[in-house]
Structures are given as C-alpha cells and as structure tokens.
C-alpha cells in the first residue's frame, strides 16, 4: 500500500494500549467505577470515531480504484466474451444440423435393410410357390443375415479442442397436471417450492424423466477445453 493510502497507526498506538491498561485495571464494584466504566468506553468510541474518520477517505479511494480496475478488466473481457458467445452459439447450430443429417442417414439405411429383407422374404415365397427348396433356403439366410446386422450408426459430433454434450432443461407443458402429479405422489412435494429439485431431477433422469405436466428436453453443449 502507498504511503498516500496508509493509515497513521502509530496515531492509534498510544491511547489503544492506554484504553488496554485502563481496562485490565478496571474492577466494577461501585458507583465511580461503574462511571470510570462508562468514561472508558466514550473513550473507546473516540477513538474508533478517529479511526473512521481517517480511513473513510481511503476506504472511498480504494473502493473507486477497484471499480476503475474491474472496468478496466471488463473492458477487455465482454468483447471475448461475445466471441465466445458468437462461437458456442454457431457450434450448436452446426451439431444440430450434423445430428439431423445422422438421423437421415441412419433412417435411410434402416429403409434399405427394410427393402432388403422385404425382397429376401418376397423371393423364399415365390420359391416356396415354385417348390424350389433350395432357393427358399439360400432367400431365408439372406433375411437372417439381414436381421442379425447391426443397427445402422453414424459417428457423433467430436472436436479435439471442445467439450461437447448436452444440457438438459425443462420447461411446465400442463400445469395442473404437475399438480395432480404431486397429489398423486408421482412427483416429490418439495418440487413445488424448489424449482432446482426439478431441473436437478431432469438432468438425472434426462430421456427418462416423465413427471405429468413437465416436458424434459435438451440441447447441444459445448465449452472449452
């Protein structure tokens, strides 16, 4: 601390350790020591009065120097901030958009598993018509192996340099049937008054979360590593 900031201490120093002696002194027995009492602690307060007084000046420059300082600092930060902000925001539209584009890519190969396994079955019953057995055995392995493939997947949304899942929110869809939930004894009665008992309930339960009236739903997070 500057010397301009710097409370005189030793100002202070000679009458605390005198206020001290007086009060280790003190024995209240009667009425003039109950006075002396009384004289020490208007004393006490003078100097706490004092005290106040020089460091209120201080106080007020230290407190207008952190503002200044955290303006400074908030200067430099929102236009980062902003950034990522504009970043995380364009980071979830695009997961979004690969999500939807998985999900029509693994719902086009799940169509073309269907129409293969269609035609497999199609072609053993038109064999079997013709009592061509051989045919109806090699058509019945095609649908076997068709069945035991596995289920189409696509890659999920990764990057190296970010953190990426999902926040799980809620919002009331039906009112009165969260009530009649909590009547019910479905949904705890604390969750009536604690809001966070419900948001913490659907970022457990996440897909599973079914309480009447409330609708769970999530969306794309990302954050920096």
């Given at each position: 601390?500057?010397?301009?900031l710097?409370?005189?201490?030793?100002?202070?120093?000679?009458?605390?350790?005198?206020?001290?002696?007086?009060?280790?002194?003190?024995?209240?027995?009667?009425?003039?020591?109950?006075?002396?009492?009384?004289?020490?602690?208007?004393?006490?307060?003078?100097?706490?009065?004092s005290?106040?007084?020089?460091?209120?000046?201080?106080?007020?420059?230290l407190?207008?120097?952190?503002?200044?300082?955290?303006?400074?600092?908030?200067?430099?930060?929102?236009?980062?901030?902003?950034?990522?902000?504009?970043?995380?925001?364009?980071?979830?539209?695009?997961?979004?958009e690969?999500?939807?584009?998985?999900?029509?890519?693994?719902?086009?190969?799940?169509?073309?598993?269907?129409?293969?396994?269609?035609?497999?079955?199609?072609?053993?019953?038109?064999?079997?018509?013709?009592?061509?057995?051989?045919m109806?055995?090699?058509?019945?392995?095609?649908?076997?192996?068709?069945?035991?493939?596995?289920?189409?997947?696509?890659?999920?949304v990764?990057?190296?340099?970010?953190?990426?899942?999902?926040?799980?929110?809620?919002?009331?869809?039906?009112?009165?049937?969260?009530?009649?939930?909590?009547?019910?004894?479905?949904?705890?009665?604390?969750a009536?008054?604690?809001?966070?008992?419900?948001?913490?309930?659907?970022?457990?339960?996440?897909?599973?979360f079914?309480?009447?009236?409330?609708?769970?739903?999530?969306?794309?997070?990302?954050?920096?590593?």
């Open positions: 601390m500057t010397t301009a710097a409370l005189p201490e030793a100002k202070y120093l000679e009458p605390i350790q005198r206020l001290a002696q007086r009060t280790a002194e003190l024995r209240i027995v009667d009425q003039a020591s109950f006075e002396e009492a009384g004289a020490t602690r208007r004393d006490v307060k003078t100097v706490l009065d005290i106040e007084a020089d460091s209120k000046p201080i106080s007020t420059k407190n207008q120097a952190h503002k200044d300082f955290l303006a400074l600092v908030k200067k430099s930060t929102d236009p980062l901030l902003q950034l990522d902000a504009t970043l995380n925001e364009a980071c979830k539209r695009y997961i979004v690969e999500r939807k584009r998985a999900e029509q890519v693994r719902a086009e190969a799940e169509a073309k598993l269907r129409r293969e396994r269609e035609e497999a079955e199609q072609i053993a019953r038109e064999a079997a018509a013709t009592g061509d057995a051989a109806v055995e090699l058509a019945k392995a095609e649908v076997r192996k068709i069945e035991s493939a596995p289920a189409p997947t696509t890659a999920p990764h990057a190296s340099t970010m953190r990426i899942g999902d926040a799980w929110k809620y919002r009331v869809k039906n009112l009165k049937a969260f009530l009649q939930g909590v009547i019910d004894g479905v949904i705890p009665e604390d009536v008054e604690l809001t966070a008992r419900v948001g913490q309930e659907v970022r457990k339960q996440k897909a599973d079914n309480w009447p009236g409330i609708e769970a739903y999530s969306e794309p997070s990302t954050g920096r590593r």
